[in-house]
Protein backbone atom coordinates (compact mmCIF):
# COMPACT_ATOMS: atom_id res chain seq x y z
CA UNK A 1 0.00 0.00 0.00
CA UNK A 2 0.18 0.60 1.24
CA UNK A 3 -1.11 0.97 -0.95
CA UNK A 4 -0.07 -0.50 2.77
CA UNK A 5 -0.38 0.86 5.08
CA UNK A 6 -3.02 -1.07 8.61
CA UNK A 7 -4.88 -3.72 6.76
CA UNK A 8 -8.19 -1.76 6.52
CA UNK A 9 -6.30 1.02 4.83
CA UNK A 10 -3.58 0.22 3.14
CA UNK A 11 -2.50 -2.71 1.13
CA UNK A 12 0.97 -3.38 2.09
CA UNK A 13 -0.26 -4.52 5.07
CA UNK A 14 -3.37 -5.89 2.86
CA UNK A 15 -2.28 -3.46 2.92
CA UNK A 16 -0.45 -1.42 3.14
CA UNK A 17 0.61 -1.99 2.48
CA UNK A 18 3.99 1.67 3.58
CA UNK A 19 2.92 3.09 6.69
CA UNK A 20 3.09 6.77 6.18
CA UNK A 21 2.81 7.06 10.17
CA UNK A 22 5.90 5.78 10.80
CA UNK A 23 8.02 8.11 13.23
CA UNK A 24 11.46 7.83 11.70
CA UNK A 25 12.12 8.68 7.93
CA UNK A 26 13.06 5.91 5.60
CA UNK A 27 16.27 6.81 5.14
CA UNK A 28 16.80 6.92 9.41
CA UNK A 29 15.47 3.61 9.20
CA UNK A 30 17.73 1.95 7.09
CA UNK A 31 20.81 3.43 8.85
CA UNK A 32 19.30 2.85 12.20
CA UNK A 33 18.98 -0.80 11.06
CA UNK A 34 22.01 -0.96 9.82
CA UNK A 35 23.76 -0.04 12.63
CA UNK A 36 21.82 -1.97 14.93
CA UNK A 37 20.73 -5.30 13.53
CA UNK A 38 23.60 -6.47 11.96
CA UNK A 39 25.17 -6.09 15.68
CA UNK A 40 22.60 -7.75 16.67
CA UNK A 41 22.55 -10.28 14.48
CA UNK A 42 26.49 -10.75 15.22
CA UNK A 43 26.55 -10.86 18.64
CA UNK A 44 23.16 -12.32 19.49
CA UNK A 45 24.91 -15.71 21.00
CA UNK A 46 25.02 -14.78 24.53
CA UNK A 47 21.22 -13.77 24.31
CA UNK A 48 20.56 -13.94 27.71
CA UNK A 49 17.07 -14.11 28.12
CA UNK A 50 17.33 -17.64 26.31
CA UNK A 51 15.40 -20.20 28.64
CA UNK A 52 16.05 -22.47 26.04
CA UNK A 53 19.63 -22.27 26.13
CA UNK A 54 20.41 -25.73 28.02
CA UNK A 55 17.55 -27.64 26.80
CA UNK A 56 14.67 -28.80 25.37
CA UNK A 57 12.80 -25.53 23.79
CA UNK A 58 9.04 -25.41 24.78
CA UNK A 59 8.07 -21.96 23.91
CA UNK A 60 8.94 -19.24 21.42
CA UNK A 61 8.20 -15.46 20.60
CA UNK A 62 6.61 -13.97 18.00
CA UNK A 63 5.83 -10.18 16.71
CA UNK A 64 3.28 -8.57 14.65
CA UNK A 65 1.42 -5.44 13.95
CA UNK A 66 -2.43 -6.44 14.34
CA UNK A 67 -3.04 -4.84 17.56
CA UNK A 68 -7.22 -4.75 16.96
CA UNK A 69 -8.15 -7.17 19.86
CA UNK A 70 -10.30 -9.04 17.22
CA UNK A 71 -7.06 -9.66 14.88
CA UNK A 72 -5.09 -10.36 17.57
CA UNK A 73 -6.62 -13.10 18.68
CA UNK A 74 -7.57 -14.48 15.64
CA UNK A 75 -3.54 -14.54 14.57
CA UNK A 76 -3.40 -16.06 18.26
CA UNK A 77 -5.52 -19.20 17.67
CA UNK A 78 -3.62 -19.40 14.65
CA UNK A 79 0.15 -19.43 16.02
CA UNK A 80 -1.14 -21.16 19.38
CA UNK A 81 -2.32 -23.89 16.49
CA UNK A 82 0.89 -24.40 14.54
CA UNK A 83 2.84 -24.20 17.20
CA UNK A 84 1.34 -27.39 18.96
CA UNK A 85 2.28 -28.67 15.63
CA UNK A 86 5.91 -27.31 16.25
CA UNK A 87 5.79 -28.85 19.99
CA UNK A 88 5.67 -25.28 21.35
CA UNK A 89 4.09 -22.39 23.17
CA UNK A 90 4.28 -19.37 20.94
CA UNK A 91 4.11 -16.23 23.16
CA UNK A 92 2.42 -13.80 20.90
CA UNK A 93 2.46 -10.03 21.08
CA UNK A 94 1.79 -6.95 18.62
CA UNK A 95 2.65 -3.94 18.08
CA UNK A 96 1.28 -0.59 15.67
CA UNK A 97 2.82 -1.15 12.43
CA UNK A 98 4.35 2.20 12.98
CA UNK A 99 6.20 0.98 16.21
CA UNK A 100 7.86 -2.39 14.32
CA UNK A 101 10.84 -0.86 13.34
CA UNK A 102 11.38 0.89 16.51
CA UNK A 103 10.62 -1.69 18.68
CA UNK A 104 12.71 -4.25 16.13
CA UNK A 105 15.63 -1.65 16.75
CA UNK A 106 15.35 -2.21 20.59
CA UNK A 107 15.66 -5.67 20.65
CA UNK A 108 18.06 -5.67 18.54
CA UNK A 109 20.08 -3.36 20.90
CA UNK A 110 19.33 -5.85 23.35
CA UNK A 111 19.63 -9.13 21.75
CA UNK A 112 16.33 -9.65 22.41
CA UNK A 113 14.65 -10.41 18.82
CA UNK A 114 11.56 -12.40 18.74
CA UNK A 115 11.65 -15.65 17.22
CA UNK A 116 9.05 -14.85 14.64
CA UNK A 117 8.54 -11.49 13.07
CA UNK A 118 5.79 -10.27 10.71
CA UNK A 119 7.34 -7.37 8.73
CA UNK A 120 5.01 -5.66 5.40
CA UNK A 121 6.27 -7.29 2.61
CA UNK A 122 8.29 -4.20 1.09
CA UNK A 123 10.14 -3.98 4.39
CA UNK A 124 11.77 -7.37 4.02
CA UNK A 125 14.40 -6.70 1.32
CA UNK A 126 15.64 -3.72 3.75
CA UNK A 127 15.64 -5.94 6.98
CA UNK A 128 17.67 -9.10 5.02
CA UNK A 129 20.11 -6.29 4.09
CA UNK A 130 21.17 -6.03 7.63
CA UNK A 131 21.89 -9.70 8.60
CA UNK A 132 19.05 -9.63 10.49
CA UNK A 133 17.31 -12.65 9.19
CA UNK A 134 17.76 -16.49 8.70
CA UNK A 135 17.47 -17.87 5.11
CA UNK A 136 14.47 -20.16 4.66
CA UNK A 137 15.73 -22.93 2.81
CA UNK A 138 18.38 -23.37 5.91
CA UNK A 139 15.22 -24.85 7.61
CA UNK A 140 13.98 -26.96 4.02
CA UNK A 141 10.76 -24.80 4.17
CA UNK A 142 8.89 -25.36 0.83
CA UNK A 143 9.02 -22.21 -1.11
CA UNK A 144 7.61 -23.96 -4.31
CA UNK A 145 4.30 -23.27 -6.31
CA UNK A 146 4.22 -19.59 -4.50
CA UNK A 147 2.93 -16.63 -6.89
CA UNK A 148 5.82 -15.25 -8.42
CA UNK A 149 5.90 -12.29 -6.58
CA UNK A 150 5.43 -13.38 -3.22
CA UNK A 151 8.81 -14.96 -3.35
CA UNK A 152 10.14 -11.81 -5.15
CA UNK A 153 9.05 -9.91 -2.35
CA UNK A 154 10.01 -12.41 0.20
CA UNK A 155 13.71 -12.50 -1.45
CA UNK A 156 17.12 -10.57 -1.01
CA UNK A 157 19.93 -11.48 -3.66
CA UNK A 158 18.37 -14.46 -4.60
CA UNK A 159 17.80 -16.06 -1.26
CA UNK A 160 14.37 -16.40 0.29
CA UNK A 161 13.64 -14.72 3.75
CA UNK A 162 10.19 -14.39 4.10
CA UNK A 163 6.62 -15.78 3.39
CA UNK A 164 2.93 -14.97 3.42
CA UNK A 165 0.64 -16.90 3.73
CA UNK A 166 -1.70 -14.85 1.93
CA UNK A 167 -1.71 -11.53 0.24
CA UNK A 168 -3.64 -8.79 -1.67
CA UNK A 169 -4.20 -6.93 -4.55
CA UNK A 170 -6.22 -4.08 -5.80
CA UNK A 171 -9.21 -4.42 -8.71
CA UNK A 172 -12.41 -2.55 -9.82
CA UNK A 173 -15.29 -2.18 -7.74
CA UNK A 174 -18.64 -0.90 -9.16
CA UNK A 175 -22.18 -0.91 -7.97
CA UNK A 176 -24.77 -2.93 -10.18
CA UNK A 177 -27.89 -0.83 -9.85
CA UNK A 178 -25.81 2.38 -10.92
CA UNK A 179 -24.17 0.78 -13.56
CA UNK A 180 -27.54 -0.82 -15.09
CA UNK A 181 -29.99 2.17 -14.68
CA UNK A 182 -27.41 4.33 -16.81
CA UNK A 183 -27.23 2.03 -19.33
CA UNK A 184 -23.43 1.56 -18.38
CA UNK A 185 -21.34 -1.96 -19.18
CA UNK A 186 -18.57 -3.19 -16.92
CA UNK A 187 -15.57 -1.32 -18.09
CA UNK A 188 -12.58 -3.31 -19.52
CA UNK A 189 -10.07 -0.67 -20.77
CA UNK A 190 -9.16 2.87 -20.00
CA UNK A 191 -11.15 4.60 -22.44
CA UNK A 192 -14.37 2.35 -21.15
CA UNK A 193 -13.42 4.01 -17.85
CA UNK A 194 -13.79 7.00 -18.75
CA UNK A 195 -16.69 7.08 -20.46
CA UNK A 196 -18.99 5.09 -17.81
CA UNK A 197 -17.43 7.01 -14.99
CA UNK A 198 -18.31 10.34 -16.85
CA UNK A 199 -21.90 8.69 -17.67
CA UNK A 200 -22.48 7.47 -14.20
CA UNK A 201 -21.60 10.90 -12.42
CA UNK A 202 -24.46 13.49 -11.47
CA UNK A 203 -25.06 15.77 -8.69
CA UNK A 204 -23.90 14.04 -5.52
CA UNK A 205 -21.96 11.11 -6.87
CA UNK A 206 -19.00 10.53 -8.91
CA UNK A 207 -18.59 7.69 -11.33
CA UNK A 208 -15.31 6.94 -10.00
CA UNK A 209 -13.15 7.48 -6.78
CA UNK A 210 -9.39 6.39 -5.62
CA UNK A 211 -6.86 7.20 -2.78
CA UNK A 212 -4.72 9.86 -4.49
CA UNK A 213 -3.37 10.99 -0.94
CA UNK A 214 0.19 12.43 -0.59
CA UNK A 215 1.15 8.59 0.90
CA UNK A 216 2.10 5.67 -0.28
CA UNK A 217 -1.78 4.47 -0.21
CA UNK A 218 -1.76 7.12 -3.34
CA UNK A 219 1.41 4.92 -4.70
CA UNK A 220 -0.41 1.95 -3.98
CA UNK A 221 -3.44 2.57 -6.10
CA UNK A 222 -1.83 4.54 -9.18
CA UNK A 223 0.55 1.69 -9.55
CA UNK A 224 -1.96 -0.97 -11.78
CA UNK A 225 -1.86 1.97 -13.80
CA UNK A 226 1.93 2.64 -14.21
CA UNK A 227 2.85 -0.66 -14.31
CA UNK A 228 -0.14 -2.28 -16.49
CA UNK A 229 1.29 0.19 -19.56
CA UNK A 230 4.57 -0.47 -19.49
CA UNK A 231 5.94 2.26 -16.74
CA UNK A 232 8.47 1.36 -14.63
CA UNK A 233 10.08 2.87 -11.13
CA UNK A 234 13.23 3.34 -12.18
CA UNK A 235 12.45 6.12 -14.95
CA UNK A 236 8.93 7.63 -13.43
CA UNK A 237 9.34 10.42 -16.41
CA UNK A 238 8.78 7.88 -18.99
CA UNK A 239 5.99 8.81 -21.82
CA UNK A 240 4.32 5.61 -20.25
CA UNK A 241 4.16 6.85 -17.20
CA UNK A 242 2.92 10.19 -17.81
CA UNK A 243 -0.04 8.53 -19.91
CA UNK A 244 -1.00 6.56 -16.64
CA UNK A 245 -1.18 9.94 -14.41
CA UNK A 246 -2.60 11.96 -16.91
CA UNK A 247 -5.37 9.50 -16.83
CA UNK A 248 -6.02 10.34 -13.78
CA UNK A 249 -6.06 14.02 -13.91
CA UNK A 250 -8.15 13.86 -17.02
CA UNK A 251 -11.26 12.09 -14.70
CA UNK A 252 -10.07 15.10 -11.94
CA UNK A 253 -10.98 17.98 -14.55
CA UNK A 254 -13.77 16.49 -16.40
CA UNK A 255 -15.45 16.43 -13.00
CA UNK A 256 -15.79 12.24 -13.34
CA UNK A 257 -13.52 11.96 -10.15
CA UNK A 258 -13.57 13.97 -6.96
CA UNK A 259 -10.75 16.38 -6.83
CA UNK A 260 -11.19 15.41 -2.85
CA UNK A 261 -9.47 11.83 -3.94
CA UNK A 262 -6.33 14.32 -3.02
CA UNK A 263 -7.02 13.51 0.38
CA UNK A 264 -8.79 10.73 0.65
CA UNK A 265 -7.53 6.94 2.18
CA UNK A 266 -8.54 3.65 1.34
CA UNK A 267 -11.11 3.77 3.60
CA UNK A 268 -12.57 7.04 2.62
CA UNK A 269 -13.24 5.79 -0.20
CA UNK A 270 -14.85 2.84 0.45
CA UNK A 271 -17.07 5.29 2.54
CA UNK A 272 -17.65 7.15 -0.25
CA UNK A 273 -19.11 3.81 -2.53
CA UNK A 274 -21.13 2.37 0.06
CA UNK A 275 -23.20 5.69 0.60
CA UNK A 276 -23.50 6.18 -3.01
CA UNK A 277 -21.54 9.15 -3.40
CA UNK A 278 -19.20 6.72 -5.62
CA UNK A 279 -19.96 4.34 -9.01
CA UNK A 280 -17.04 2.98 -9.26
CA UNK A 281 -13.63 2.62 -7.00
CA UNK A 282 -10.43 0.99 -6.83
CA UNK A 283 -9.96 -0.95 -3.37
CA UNK A 284 -8.66 -4.10 -1.79
CA UNK A 285 -10.53 -7.27 -0.97
CA UNK A 286 -9.94 -6.44 2.57
CA UNK A 287 -13.22 -4.17 1.82
CA UNK A 288 -15.79 -7.08 0.84
CA UNK A 289 -16.32 -8.19 4.57
CA UNK A 290 -18.22 -4.60 5.18
CA UNK A 291 -19.67 -4.51 2.07
CA UNK A 292 -21.72 -7.41 2.43
CA UNK A 293 -22.83 -5.97 5.74
CA UNK A 294 -24.23 -2.93 3.39
CA UNK A 295 -27.78 -3.66 3.18
CA UNK A 296 -29.48 -2.37 -0.74
CA UNK A 297 -25.61 -2.28 -1.75
CA UNK A 298 -25.47 -4.85 -4.85
CA UNK A 299 -21.62 -4.76 -5.96
CA UNK A 300 -19.49 -6.17 -8.41
CA UNK A 301 -15.42 -6.67 -8.89
CA UNK A 302 -13.60 -7.01 -11.72
CA UNK A 303 -9.81 -6.59 -12.49
CA UNK A 304 -8.40 -3.05 -12.95
CA UNK A 305 -8.75 -1.71 -16.70
CA UNK A 306 -6.09 -1.85 -18.62
CA UNK A 307 -5.06 1.04 -20.90
CA UNK A 308 -6.03 -0.93 -24.11
CA UNK A 309 -7.35 -4.42 -24.72
CA UNK A 310 -4.53 -7.04 -24.48
CA UNK A 311 -1.91 -5.38 -22.45
CA UNK A 312 -1.20 -7.64 -19.46
CA UNK A 313 -2.27 -6.07 -15.94
CA UNK A 314 0.34 -5.78 -13.34
CA UNK A 315 -1.11 -4.72 -9.38
CA UNK A 316 1.26 -4.38 -6.75
CA UNK A 317 1.24 -6.85 -4.34
CA UNK A 318 -0.22 -6.43 -0.61
CA UNK A 319 0.67 -8.65 2.52
CA UNK A 320 2.75 -9.65 5.55
CA UNK A 321 6.11 -11.98 5.62
CA UNK A 322 6.73 -14.19 8.45
CA UNK A 323 10.19 -14.26 8.83
CA UNK A 324 12.79 -15.88 10.82
CA UNK A 325 15.33 -13.39 12.70
CA UNK A 326 18.83 -14.47 14.04
CA UNK A 327 17.48 -15.29 17.64
CA UNK A 328 20.92 -16.60 18.67
CA UNK A 329 19.14 -20.13 19.35
CA UNK A 330 19.48 -22.25 16.63
CA UNK A 331 17.29 -24.35 18.33
CA UNK A 332 14.63 -21.65 18.82
CA UNK A 333 15.30 -20.51 15.36
CA UNK A 334 14.23 -24.19 14.17
CA UNK A 335 11.39 -24.42 16.37
CA UNK A 336 10.26 -21.30 14.81
CA UNK A 337 10.63 -22.15 11.31
CA UNK A 338 8.35 -25.34 11.92
CA UNK A 339 5.85 -22.67 12.78
CA UNK A 340 6.39 -20.31 9.69
CA UNK A 341 6.08 -23.83 7.49
CA UNK A 342 2.84 -24.74 9.32
CA UNK A 343 0.98 -21.08 8.84
CA UNK A 344 2.19 -21.33 5.00
CA UNK A 345 1.12 -24.67 4.53
CA UNK A 346 -2.19 -25.25 2.22
CA UNK A 347 -5.04 -25.73 5.05
CA UNK A 348 -4.02 -22.95 6.80
CA UNK A 349 -4.01 -20.23 3.47
CA UNK A 350 -6.82 -21.22 2.65
CA UNK A 351 -8.55 -20.90 6.33
CA UNK A 352 -6.64 -17.39 6.43
CA UNK A 353 -8.45 -16.66 3.10
CA UNK A 354 -11.69 -17.40 3.51
CA UNK A 355 -11.59 -15.46 7.36
CA UNK A 356 -10.03 -12.24 6.02
CA UNK A 357 -10.79 -12.13 2.13
CA UNK A 358 -6.94 -12.66 0.93
CA UNK A 359 -5.74 -14.31 -1.64
CA UNK A 360 -3.95 -17.43 -0.84
CA UNK A 361 0.02 -17.20 -1.60
CA UNK A 362 -0.51 -21.01 -3.90
CA UNK A 363 -1.40 -20.77 -6.98
CA UNK A 364 -2.96 -24.48 -6.72
CA UNK A 365 -4.76 -23.43 -3.38
CA UNK A 366 -5.81 -19.65 -4.84
CA UNK A 367 -7.24 -21.36 -7.86
CA UNK A 368 -9.38 -23.72 -5.61
CA UNK A 369 -10.66 -20.57 -3.59
CA UNK A 370 -11.60 -18.46 -6.64
CA UNK A 371 -14.31 -21.07 -7.14
CA UNK A 372 -15.30 -21.34 -3.87
CA UNK A 373 -15.00 -17.80 -3.38
CA UNK A 374 -16.64 -15.83 -6.99
CA UNK A 375 -16.02 -12.31 -5.05
CA UNK A 376 -12.36 -12.95 -4.91
CA UNK A 377 -11.34 -14.50 -8.38
CA UNK A 378 -10.77 -11.03 -9.67
CA UNK A 379 -8.12 -10.81 -7.10
CA UNK A 380 -6.93 -14.41 -7.65
CA UNK A 381 -6.39 -13.16 -11.02
CA UNK A 382 -4.63 -10.56 -10.27
CA UNK A 383 -2.23 -11.69 -8.60
CA UNK A 384 -1.20 -14.12 -10.83
CA UNK A 385 1.01 -11.05 -12.59
CA UNK A 386 1.14 -9.24 -9.21
CA UNK A 387 4.19 -7.41 -8.65
CA UNK A 388 6.70 -6.43 -5.22
CA UNK A 389 7.10 -3.35 -4.76
CA UNK A 390 10.71 -3.84 -4.21
CA UNK A 391 10.63 -6.15 -7.18
CA UNK A 392 12.31 -3.33 -9.63
CA UNK A 393 14.24 -0.88 -6.94
CA UNK A 394 14.66 -3.33 -3.80
CA UNK A 395 16.16 -1.31 -0.85
CA UNK A 396 15.60 1.86 -2.90
CA UNK A 397 11.53 1.70 -3.52
CA UNK A 398 10.80 4.34 -0.56
CA UNK A 399 12.50 6.91 -2.37
CA UNK A 400 10.23 5.86 -5.75
CA UNK A 401 7.29 5.50 -3.63
CA UNK A 402 7.67 9.22 -2.14
CA UNK A 403 8.38 10.31 -5.99
CA UNK A 404 5.36 8.71 -7.25
CA UNK A 405 2.62 9.83 -4.76
CA UNK A 406 4.20 13.70 -5.05
CA UNK A 407 3.75 13.40 -8.44
CA UNK A 408 0.56 12.40 -8.23
CA UNK A 409 0.03 15.64 -6.05
CA UNK A 410 1.56 17.76 -8.21
CA UNK A 411 -0.55 16.59 -11.22
CA UNK A 412 -4.20 16.48 -9.48
CA UNK A 413 -3.95 19.55 -7.95
CA UNK A 414 -2.94 21.51 -11.81
CA UNK A 415 0.32 22.51 -10.22
CA UNK A 416 2.12 20.83 -13.01
CA UNK A 417 1.22 18.77 -16.04
CA UNK A 418 1.58 15.00 -15.32
CA UNK A 419 4.89 14.77 -17.51
CA UNK A 420 6.38 18.31 -15.06
CA UNK A 421 5.31 16.25 -11.91
CA UNK A 422 6.77 12.92 -12.76
CA UNK A 423 10.24 14.70 -13.89
CA UNK A 424 10.42 15.95 -10.22
CA UNK A 425 9.13 12.50 -9.12
CA UNK A 426 11.99 10.90 -10.63
CA UNK A 427 14.66 13.28 -8.63
CA UNK A 428 13.02 12.97 -5.72
CA UNK A 429 13.79 8.89 -6.54
CA UNK A 430 16.88 9.48 -7.64
CA UNK A 431 18.12 11.84 -4.77
CA UNK A 432 20.99 10.49 -2.90
Known sequence: MTGTPRRHTYPGKRTTMISPAVPLTR?????????????????????????????????????????????????????????????????????????????????????????LLMLDNPDVQQIAATGALTPLDRYGIDTGGFFPGITAAGSYRGTVYGLAPTVSTTALFYNKDMLREAGVAVPRTWDELRTAAARLTRPGRYGMAVSANATAEGTWQ????????????????????????????????????????????????????????????????????????????????????????????????????????????????????????????DAHMLALARQNFTVPARTRVADRYAAQVPSMAAFVHSARAARSRTGRLGVRWPRAATGIYTAIQSALTGEETPREALRQGQRIATAP
Not at 72 to 93: F, N, Y
Not at 333 to 344: D, F, G, H
Open 222 to 345: LLPFLWSNGADERRLDSPQAAQALQFWADLVRSRSMSRSVLNWTQADVHDQFVAGRAAMMVNGPWRIAAMNRTEKLHWGVVPVPVRTAGQTLVTPLGGEMWTVPRSGSPARQKKAARVLACLTD
Open 27 to 115: RMSRLLITAVLVLAGGGCAGRAADPSAGGEVTSITALDYYTDSTEHAQWSRRLDDCGRTAGVTVRHRSVPLPSVVPTVLRQGAARTLPD
